[in-house]
């Protein structure tokens, strides 16, 4: 068992959003993406399903050219290879879940 904080150690970034691996499990990895207010992350598609959680603060979440505002408790799930991107509204904390087989360094070159 392992136990870990969504608001522990937490920084963000000036320049650009903060990612952190927090878990690693046999079927995902748990990352944690700390955005200020006006920070993006660009238009881009997951090769496997992501979930995406708004731990805390606001985005604007991008699908496909339309946007959608998601707020402190919103949970999603999008299927692999779907275009969509970020818009940090107010400073948050964002849960994002992926597969085991995706990447973390696809998730840093996003920020």
């Not at 650009?16 to 990895?29: F, G, H, N, Q, R």
């Not at 964002?94 to 070159?109: A, C, E, G, P, Y």
Request: charged content about 30%; hydrophobic content about 40%; glycine content about 4%.
């Amino acid at each position: 068992m392992e136990i870990v904080s969504l608001t522990e150690n937490l920084l963000y970034k000036e320049d650009k959003p903060a990612i952190t691996v927090l878990l690693a499990t046999e079927t995902s990895k748990e990352i944690r993406i700390a955005m200020k207010k006006g920070q993006v992350m660009k238009e881009h598609k997951a090769p496997y399903p992501i979930r995406v959680e708004i731990f805390e603060g606001a985005i604007d979440f991008g699908v496909n050219g339309e946007k959608y505002r998601l707020n402190k408790a919103h949970l999603l799930a999008l299927e692999a290879n779907v275009s969509h991107d970020l818009t940090c509204i107010e400073d948050c904390i964002i849960r994002l879940s992926i597969s085991k087989f995706d990447t973390v360094n696809r998730v840093q070159d996003l920020a």
